[in-house]
Every structure is written in C-alpha cells, then in structure tokens.
C-alpha cells in the first residue's frame, strides 16, 4: 500500500484510515435527550461508524463525565450551574455522575470492544485525556470528529486539535448543537478562521469505500 500525501489537497484524502481516526463525541444518553435533533445526529453519526468500521478506521469515543460532589471546584459548580439554570450551588446535580444510565454512549452507536471509549470533565477530547498520545502514538494526523455539542465541545476540540498538531475534520451533518443558532454560528466561526477541513457522512463514507483497507 503506498503512503498517503504528505499535505492532502481534498476532503476525500483526508479520508484515509492511515491518516485520520473517528472521534465520536459525547454521544451519551443524558446529551442526546437535551438536543431537539439528536435523532438525526444519530442516524448520520451510525453511518459514518458503520463505514469507518468497514474500512478499518480506528474509533474513539469521548464521555463527559460529573466529577463527584467533593471534586467539584469552583469551574465544575460554575458550568454546571450554568448548564442546569441552578441558582445555586446546592441545587446542582450530577448528571454524569459513573455508573449513571444518562451518561453512557447511545446505544444505537455503542463501542465495540477494539474501540477506544475515554472519560472526560473538560470540554476539550484532548484535555485530560490519552487521545492526544493515542493519536500520535499511531502515527494519526487527522482527527474526524462527529457528535454533540458543536458550541459546547467540538469546537473546542477542534482548537486544541489544531494546537496539537492535528488537523480536524468535521462532518458537519454529524454535529448537533444544543442551541440552534449558536450551532451555526459555531460552524461559522471554524470555517472563518479556517482550521477545520468540513464535509458530510455521504462525502466521508464514500471516500472511505475508496479506500484499500
């Protein structure tokens, strides 16, 4: 098999198993019920798993978790709040606390077993997490990331991506938003600053059907 291009010109090359694993992103139980077009988000996330599995790519799924009670410092109780409209610190639950239903991947996308599955309390995939070791330690430059939320987390993780030395690649169709509006300004915002490489499952499912495995 001959090597991938050093600098990839299209979409399509970034599509290469060789190159670029799939990262699904915080596709829990408890985040899908928050997000009005989850459903969807499913259905496109299912495709580009399925094909990413026909053609060997390598699948990494990330899970927010809620530290337990005495772990929560000021920046947890801070976004939780936030995030659970508290007025204060005292009505803040733990949503993703371990072992709870709400914080577990979706089944309709549950990981197999030769599938890489990491907990995380930041809004980064790579910020206290082995993904950015994983990574590289494969030998991967291409980061293809597809889930929930596109203003909360992904587009923090395609910033830390690209400071990483990684390119992201995101399958726009594939990325819900908890808020409709600031979803697409979100996708504005990275196709501006120019960092992310965008396409859709279609586009990426066909390029990996392209692809010797």
Do not use: N
């Not at 997490?129 to 992904?154: C, F, K, N, S």
């Not at 915002?189 to 066909?206: I, L, P, Q, S, W």
């Amino acid at each position: 098999m001959s090597a991938p291009p050093l600098l990839p010109a299209r979409f399509e090359d970034w599509c290469d198993p060789r190159r670029t694993a799939l990262l699904v992103y915080d596709m829990q139980v408890g985040v899908c019920r928050q997000v009005a077009r989850s459903a969807a988000v499913i259905e496109r996330c299912g495709v580009a798993l399925q094909a990413a599995r026909r053609a060997g790519m390598r699948i990494a799924f990330t899970r927010h978790r809620s530290p337990p009670r005495a772990w929560l410092g000021a920046t947890q109780l801070r976004t939780a709040m936030a995030w659970q409209r508290a007025s204060s610190p005292d009505d803040v639950q733990s949503w993703f606390a371990r072992g709870a239903p709400a914080a577990e991947i979706v089944p309709e996308l549950a990981p197999r077993d030769d599938e890489l599955v990491v907990d995380k309390f930041a809004m980064s995939a790579f910020e206290g997490t082995p993904l950015a070791t994983a990574w590289r330690d494969g030998g991967l430059t291409g980061v293809a990331i597809a889930g929930i939320a596109l203003e909360i987390g992904i587009e923090p993780t395609v910033r830390h991506a690209t400071d990483l030395g990684l390119v992201p690649i995101v399958l726009a169709d594939a990325c819900g938003a908890g808020h409709a509006e600031a979803g697409e300004r979100t996708l504005a915002t990275m196709r501006f600053v120019g960092e992310a490489v965008f396409g859709d499952v279609d586009g990426f499912a066909a390029a990996l059907a392209r692809t010797p495995t």
